[in-house]
Protein backbone atom coordinates (compact mmCIF):
# COMPACT_ATOMS: atom_id res chain seq x y z
CA UNK A 1 0.00 0.00 0.00
CA UNK A 2 2.71 2.21 1.25
CA UNK A 3 4.32 1.56 -2.04
CA UNK A 4 1.67 2.39 -4.23
CA UNK A 5 1.08 5.47 -3.11
CA UNK A 6 4.65 6.24 -3.11
CA UNK A 7 4.57 5.06 -7.07
CA UNK A 8 1.52 7.51 -7.36
CA UNK A 9 3.11 10.59 -5.48
CA UNK A 10 6.46 10.36 -7.32
CA UNK A 11 4.62 9.62 -10.69
CA UNK A 12 2.64 12.76 -10.55
CA UNK A 13 5.86 14.85 -8.92
CA UNK A 14 7.55 14.20 -12.41
CA UNK A 15 4.22 14.65 -14.76
CA UNK A 16 4.53 18.00 -12.92
CA UNK A 17 8.02 18.43 -13.29
CA UNK A 18 7.60 17.93 -17.30
CA UNK A 19 4.91 19.74 -17.32
CA UNK A 20 6.78 23.09 -15.90
CA UNK A 21 9.87 21.87 -18.24
CA UNK A 22 7.13 22.04 -21.13
CA UNK A 23 5.60 25.45 -20.31
CA UNK A 24 9.23 27.15 -19.38
CA UNK A 25 10.35 26.36 -23.19
CA UNK A 26 6.92 27.50 -24.67
CA UNK A 27 7.35 30.66 -22.91
CA UNK A 28 10.89 31.40 -24.49
CA UNK A 29 9.89 30.89 -28.06
CA UNK A 30 6.87 32.52 -27.72
CA UNK A 31 7.16 36.44 -29.44
CA UNK A 32 4.40 39.00 -27.65
CA UNK A 33 4.42 42.67 -28.21
CA UNK A 34 5.35 42.48 -32.31
CA UNK A 35 1.46 42.31 -33.41
CA UNK A 36 1.45 42.21 -37.04
CA UNK A 37 -0.45 44.97 -38.61
CA UNK A 38 -3.99 44.23 -39.53
CA UNK A 39 -5.24 44.08 -43.18
CA UNK A 40 -8.41 43.36 -44.52
CA UNK A 41 -9.05 41.46 -47.79
CA UNK A 42 -12.24 40.25 -49.58
CA UNK A 43 -12.16 38.29 -52.77
CA UNK A 44 -13.32 40.68 -55.52
CA UNK A 45 -10.98 43.85 -54.23
CA UNK A 46 -7.40 44.34 -53.38
CA UNK A 47 -5.54 44.08 -49.73
CA UNK A 48 -6.55 47.32 -47.55
CA UNK A 49 -3.13 48.17 -47.59
CA UNK A 50 -2.56 47.59 -51.26
CA UNK A 51 -1.69 50.92 -53.00
CA UNK A 52 -3.92 50.94 -56.46
CA UNK A 53 -1.59 51.80 -59.58
CA UNK A 54 -4.52 51.32 -62.42
CA UNK A 55 -8.23 50.41 -62.01
CA UNK A 56 -9.14 51.21 -65.32
CA UNK A 57 -10.79 54.72 -64.72
CA UNK A 58 -7.03 56.73 -65.91
CA UNK A 59 -3.35 57.02 -66.26
CA UNK A 60 -2.96 59.47 -63.00
CA UNK A 61 -0.35 57.32 -61.50
CA UNK A 62 1.18 56.96 -64.78
CA UNK A 63 3.72 58.29 -67.80
CA UNK A 64 5.39 57.82 -71.10
CA UNK A 65 8.75 56.05 -70.05
CA UNK A 66 9.95 57.86 -73.07
CA UNK A 67 9.40 61.56 -72.20
CA UNK A 68 7.31 61.76 -69.19
CA UNK A 69 4.31 62.61 -71.15
CA UNK A 70 0.50 61.73 -70.23
CA UNK A 71 0.20 58.14 -71.26
CA UNK A 72 -1.49 57.67 -74.39
CA UNK A 73 -2.78 54.17 -73.72
CA UNK A 74 -6.79 53.86 -74.24
CA UNK A 75 -9.26 53.40 -71.43
CA UNK A 76 -12.10 51.05 -72.94
CA UNK A 77 -14.44 49.27 -70.63
CA UNK A 78 -12.47 49.94 -67.12
CA UNK A 79 -9.55 48.60 -68.72
CA UNK A 80 -6.43 50.36 -70.34
CA UNK A 81 -5.21 49.13 -74.18
CA UNK A 82 -1.81 49.35 -75.64
CA UNK A 83 -1.65 51.83 -77.92
CA UNK A 84 0.73 50.47 -80.36
CA UNK A 85 3.75 52.40 -81.34
CA UNK A 86 3.03 55.01 -78.38
CA UNK A 87 5.39 52.81 -76.67
CA UNK A 88 6.34 51.65 -73.26
CA UNK A 89 4.35 53.30 -69.99
CA UNK A 90 5.63 53.57 -66.51
CA UNK A 91 4.74 54.46 -63.01
CA UNK A 92 5.38 57.76 -61.46
CA UNK A 93 6.13 56.30 -58.64
CA UNK A 94 9.54 54.19 -57.43
CA UNK A 95 9.39 51.16 -55.86
CA UNK A 96 11.82 48.44 -54.29
CA UNK A 97 10.90 44.74 -53.29
CA UNK A 98 7.17 44.14 -53.48
CA UNK A 99 4.06 42.01 -54.32
CA UNK A 100 2.06 42.97 -57.28
CA UNK A 101 -1.00 41.51 -58.71
CA UNK A 102 -1.50 42.27 -62.29
CA UNK A 103 -4.51 41.68 -65.00
CA UNK A 104 -3.90 41.04 -68.75
CA UNK A 105 -6.22 40.14 -71.82
CA UNK A 106 -4.54 39.52 -74.92
CA UNK A 107 -6.65 40.56 -78.10
CA UNK A 108 -8.90 37.75 -79.34
CA UNK A 109 -8.43 37.95 -82.84
CA UNK A 110 -4.84 36.03 -84.14
CA UNK A 111 -5.36 35.91 -87.27
CA UNK A 112 -1.61 35.47 -88.74
CA UNK A 113 -0.07 36.45 -85.84
CA UNK A 114 2.22 34.14 -84.42
CA UNK A 115 5.30 32.90 -81.52
CA UNK A 116 5.99 36.42 -79.72
CA UNK A 117 4.38 38.14 -82.75
CA UNK A 118 0.77 37.08 -80.53
CA UNK A 119 -0.10 38.67 -77.88
CA UNK A 120 3.46 40.52 -76.51
CA UNK A 121 3.67 42.88 -73.79
CA UNK A 122 5.52 42.57 -70.31
CA UNK A 123 5.89 43.94 -66.81
CA UNK A 124 9.07 44.76 -65.82
CA UNK A 125 9.59 45.30 -62.02
CA UNK A 126 12.41 48.22 -61.39
CA UNK A 127 11.77 48.84 -65.15
CA UNK A 128 14.79 46.02 -65.46
CA UNK A 129 13.52 42.48 -65.13
CA UNK A 130 11.03 41.50 -66.97
CA UNK A 131 7.66 38.83 -66.88
CA UNK A 132 7.31 38.29 -70.05
CA UNK A 133 3.35 38.54 -71.00
CA UNK A 134 2.07 36.36 -74.17
CA UNK A 135 -0.29 34.74 -75.94
CA UNK A 136 0.87 31.38 -75.31
CA UNK A 137 -2.35 29.90 -75.68
CA UNK A 138 -1.75 27.34 -78.09
CA UNK A 139 1.08 29.18 -79.36
CA UNK A 140 4.56 28.14 -79.72
CA UNK A 141 7.71 30.34 -79.10
CA UNK A 142 11.16 29.54 -77.37
CA UNK A 143 10.50 28.46 -73.55
CA UNK A 144 12.19 31.48 -72.13
CA UNK A 145 10.50 33.60 -73.45
CA UNK A 146 6.76 32.58 -73.06
CA UNK A 147 4.22 33.69 -70.98
CA UNK A 148 5.09 34.18 -67.48
CA UNK A 149 9.07 33.52 -68.01
CA UNK A 150 11.56 35.48 -66.76
CA UNK A 151 12.10 36.93 -70.38
CA UNK A 152 15.11 34.78 -71.57
CA UNK A 153 16.31 33.89 -68.14
CA UNK A 154 14.00 31.39 -66.73
CA UNK A 155 11.12 29.00 -68.26
CA UNK A 156 7.73 28.68 -66.24
CA UNK A 157 7.14 25.80 -64.32
CA UNK A 158 3.77 24.86 -66.19
CA UNK A 159 1.68 26.67 -68.86
CA UNK A 160 -0.83 28.35 -67.38
CA UNK A 161 -2.41 31.17 -69.95
CA UNK A 162 -5.91 30.67 -70.90
CA UNK A 163 -7.72 31.17 -74.31
CA UNK A 164 -6.97 34.81 -76.02
CA UNK A 165 -10.10 37.15 -74.64
CA UNK A 166 -9.92 35.85 -71.35
CA UNK A 167 -8.39 37.80 -68.55
CA UNK A 168 -5.40 36.49 -67.08
CA UNK A 169 -3.89 37.48 -64.20
CA UNK A 170 -0.18 37.60 -62.53
CA UNK A 171 0.23 37.58 -58.58
CA UNK A 172 4.48 38.40 -58.67
CA UNK A 173 6.72 38.61 -55.38
CA UNK A 174 10.03 40.41 -56.15
CA UNK A 175 12.84 40.77 -53.92
CA UNK A 176 14.87 43.76 -55.55
CA UNK A 177 18.86 42.99 -56.17
CA UNK A 178 21.20 44.96 -53.40
CA UNK A 179 24.56 46.61 -54.41
CA UNK A 180 27.82 46.72 -52.52
CA UNK A 181 29.62 50.04 -52.13
CA UNK A 182 32.18 49.91 -54.77
CA UNK A 183 28.57 49.29 -57.18
CA UNK A 184 29.04 45.55 -57.64
CA UNK A 185 26.42 42.91 -57.34
CA UNK A 186 25.87 42.00 -53.49
CA UNK A 187 22.57 39.98 -53.46
CA UNK A 188 20.30 39.31 -56.89
CA UNK A 189 16.94 39.99 -57.52
CA UNK A 190 14.21 36.95 -57.13
CA UNK A 191 10.93 36.43 -58.52
CA UNK A 192 7.97 34.45 -57.20
CA UNK A 193 5.56 34.42 -59.48
CA UNK A 194 1.81 32.71 -59.71
CA UNK A 195 -0.32 32.79 -63.05
CA UNK A 196 -4.04 32.26 -62.59
CA UNK A 197 -3.30 31.33 -58.97
CA UNK A 198 -1.03 28.26 -60.13
CA UNK A 199 3.01 28.87 -58.95
CA UNK A 200 4.97 29.47 -62.22
CA UNK A 201 8.17 30.86 -60.81
CA UNK A 202 9.53 29.79 -57.26
CA UNK A 203 12.34 32.25 -56.48
CA UNK A 204 14.52 31.63 -59.00
CA UNK A 205 17.22 34.50 -59.08
CA UNK A 206 17.28 36.78 -61.70
CA UNK A 207 20.92 37.22 -63.49
CA UNK A 208 20.60 40.72 -64.37
CA UNK A 209 18.75 42.86 -66.80
CA UNK A 210 16.53 40.76 -68.80
CA UNK A 211 18.25 41.88 -72.24
CA UNK A 212 16.84 40.84 -75.72
CA UNK A 213 20.03 39.79 -76.90
CA UNK A 214 23.43 39.36 -75.01
CA UNK A 215 24.35 39.07 -71.53
CA UNK A 216 22.21 39.79 -68.95
CA UNK A 217 23.85 42.28 -66.54
CA UNK A 218 23.81 44.02 -63.33
CA UNK A 219 23.86 48.16 -62.81
CA UNK A 220 23.49 49.38 -59.57
CA UNK A 221 20.63 50.99 -59.04
CA UNK A 222 18.13 52.21 -56.07
CA UNK A 223 14.45 51.89 -56.27
CA UNK A 224 13.28 52.11 -60.50
CA UNK A 225 9.51 52.49 -61.28
CA UNK A 226 7.15 49.89 -62.66
CA UNK A 227 7.09 49.63 -66.41
CA UNK A 228 4.71 48.16 -68.90
CA UNK A 229 5.67 46.73 -72.70
CA UNK A 230 4.09 47.79 -76.06
CA UNK A 231 5.41 45.75 -78.36
CA UNK A 232 2.66 46.35 -80.73
CA UNK A 233 -0.61 44.65 -79.60
CA UNK A 234 -3.49 45.84 -78.04
CA UNK A 235 -3.19 44.03 -74.56
CA UNK A 236 -5.48 45.27 -72.27
CA UNK A 237 -4.82 45.88 -68.72
CA UNK A 238 -6.85 46.18 -65.30
CA UNK A 239 -6.63 45.62 -61.60
CA UNK A 240 -2.93 46.36 -61.09
CA UNK A 241 -1.93 47.18 -57.48
CA UNK A 242 1.12 46.53 -55.53
CA UNK A 243 2.39 46.49 -51.86
CA UNK A 244 5.69 47.33 -51.11
CA UNK A 245 7.80 44.63 -48.79
MG1 LIG B 1 7.40 41.11 -73.84
Redesign the pocket.
Known amino acids: MIRRIAGVIIGSCLMFMLYCQDKSIGDVIEVWGQEPKVVSTSEDSPPSDALILFDGSNWDAWEQKENGKPVEWNLIDGSGVVLPGSGYIQTKQSFGSCQLHIEWRAPLDTAGLTSQGRG ?3 VFLQSNY ?1 V ?3 DSYRNKTYNNGQAASI ?1 KQHIPLVNATGPPGEWQKYDIIFTAPTFNDDETLKNPAYFTVFHNGVLVQNHVDVKGVTVNSGKPYYKKHGPRPLSL ?1 D ?1 GNKMAFKNIWIREL
Open positions: NSGEQILYQH
